[in-house]
Nanobody, 123 residues
Framework: QVQLVESGGGSVQAGGSLRLSCVASGHTSNNYCMGWFRRPPGKEREGVARLNIASGSTFYADSVKGRFTISRDNAKNTLYLQMNSLKPEDTAMYYC????????????????WGQGTQVTVSS
């Protein structure tokens, strides 16, 4: 079974940066889409960015374009989310997710989820 473990969350001041990591294990192919989602307190989960592992194609939510970068190190089976110019509205629990096959925007398409890592951005 695919397992995902996130790390790298923490508390930062507005304008600061964090890099989230997601280590994947148990996968049997490279035909996966991996993505980052977040759930702000009291709000629904929303997609942040996604990456097709095989092709390298990326997608970003409008709210994070120009500030966040999704990338992967296939040799390390690790997905990253570099977050720069953080804003208080970025405060959320961030989740790594994966599905076999191509990328889709909706969270319901993703079968595998990490435990989440908290990001808190203060003014």
């Amino acid at each position: 079974q695919v397992q995902l473990v996130e790390s790298g969350g923490g508390s930062v001041q507005a304008g600061g940066s964090l890099r989230l990591s997601c280590v994947a294990s148990g996968h049997t192919s490279n035909n996966y889409c991996m993505g980052w989602f977040r759930r702000p307190p009291g709000k629904e989960r929303e997609g942040v960015a996604r990456l097709n592992i095989a092709s390298g194609s990326t997608f970003y939510a409008d709210s994070v374009k120009g500030r966040f970068t999704i990338s992967r190190d296939n040799a390390k089976n690790t997905l990253y989310l570099q977050m720069n110019s953080l804003k208080p509205e970025d405060t959320a629990m961030y989740y790594c997710a994966a599905r076999e096959g191509g990328c889709y925007s909706g969270s319901s398409w993703y079968k595998y989820w990490g435990q989440g890592t908290q990001v808190t951005v203060s003014s």
